[in-house]
T-cell receptor, first 116, second 116 residues
C-alpha cells in the first residue's frame, strides 16, 4: 500500500458544473477525512467518516457539497453547481484506531479545483 | 471554537543552523494530540512529529524536536542542522475531540526558507 490516493490531481471546470473527487485511504484505516485548503492557508476541516458512517460535517460544507463512503473503503466528495469560491485544494486523509500510528492522519496529494 | 495560532508567517535559516517555529493553541481538554506537518511546494503534507499532551517528555524525531509547554498552551518546533530539503510550509495542528477521534485544527502556517 502506497498511501492515500486522490483522483484527479487537477480539475478545471466551469461555474455551475458538478464535480466529483475520489479518495482511496490506506487500506487498514477506518477513518477518512476531507479538508479544503486555499492558497497560503492551513487546511480547514470539511467532514469525516468512521467506516461508512459520516460522523461530523463542518459548517463549510454547504448543501452543494456531499460526501459518501459507501462501503467503508474509498470516499467521494461531490460539489454541485460549482462557484468560483470553491476553487481550492481538496485534501483527503485517513487514520487508524490502533497501534503506533493511532490518530495520525496521513494525507493524500490533494485535488486542485479551479472554477472558471 | 478551538484555535491554533502560528505567529510567524515566514522564517529563514542558514543551512546547518537551528531554527524554532512557534505555535500556540486554545483548548479546554486535558488530553489531546498536537502535531507538526510539513508541506513542500506542490507536494503532499507529511507528518513531522507528534506530541501527546499527557506525556511530560518532549517528542523528538532525529533533527526535529518540540518544546511543549502545556500550561502555556505552547508547542514550538525546533529544527537542528537545517537542510535545504527542510524548506517548506510548516503547519501546527491539534486533534480535537480528545485523543480517540476527531478533526485536525490547523494554524495558518509558517513558510521556512533555508539558505545555502
Amino acid at each position: 500500500d502506497t498511501g492515500v490516493s486522490q483522483d484527479p490531481r487537477h480539475k478545471i471546470t466551469k461555474r455551475g458544473q458538478n464535480v466529483t473527487f475520489r479518495c482511496d485511504p490506506i487500506s487498514e484505516h477506518n477513518r477518512l477525512y476531507w479538508y479544503r485548503q486555499t492558497l497560503g492557508q492551513g487546511p480547514e476541516f470539511l467532514t469525516y467518516f468512521q467506516n461508512e458512517a459520516q460522523l461530523e460535517k463542518s459548517r463549510l460544507l454547504s448543501d452543494r457539497f456531499s460526501a459518501e463512503r459507501p462501503k467503508g473503503s474509498f470516499s467521494t466528495l461531490e460539489i454541485q453547481r460549482t462557484e468560483q469560491g470553491d476553487s481550492a485544494m481538496y485534501l483527503c486523509a485517513s487514520s487508524g484506531t490502533s497501534g503506533r500510528s493511532k490518530n495520525i492522519q496521513y494525507f493524500g496529494a490533494g485535488t486542485r479545483l479551479s472554477v472558471l | 471554537a478551538q484555535t491554533v495560532t502560528q505567529s510567524q508567517p515566514e522564517m529563514s535559516v542558514q543551512e546547518a543552523e537551528t531554527v524554532t517555529l512557534s505555535c500556540t493553541y486554545d483548548t479546554s481538554e486535558s488530553d489531546y494530540y498536537l502535531f507538526w506537518y510539513k508541506q513542500p511546494p506542490s507536494r503532499q503534507m507529511i507528518l513531522v512529529i507528534r506530541q501527546e499532551a499527557y506525556k511530560q517528555q518532549n517528542a523528538t524525531e532525529n533533527r526535529f524536536s518540540v518544546n511543549f509547554q502545556k500550561a502555556a498552551k505552547s508547542f514550538s518546533l525546533k529544527i537542528s542542522d537545517s537542510q535545504l530539503g527542510d524548506a517548506a510550509m510548516y503547519f501546527c495542528a491539534k486533534l480535537t475531540g480528545g485523543t480517540s477521534y476527531g478533526k485536525l485544527t490547523f494554524g495558518q502556517g509558517t513558510i521556512l526558507t533555508v539558505h545555502p
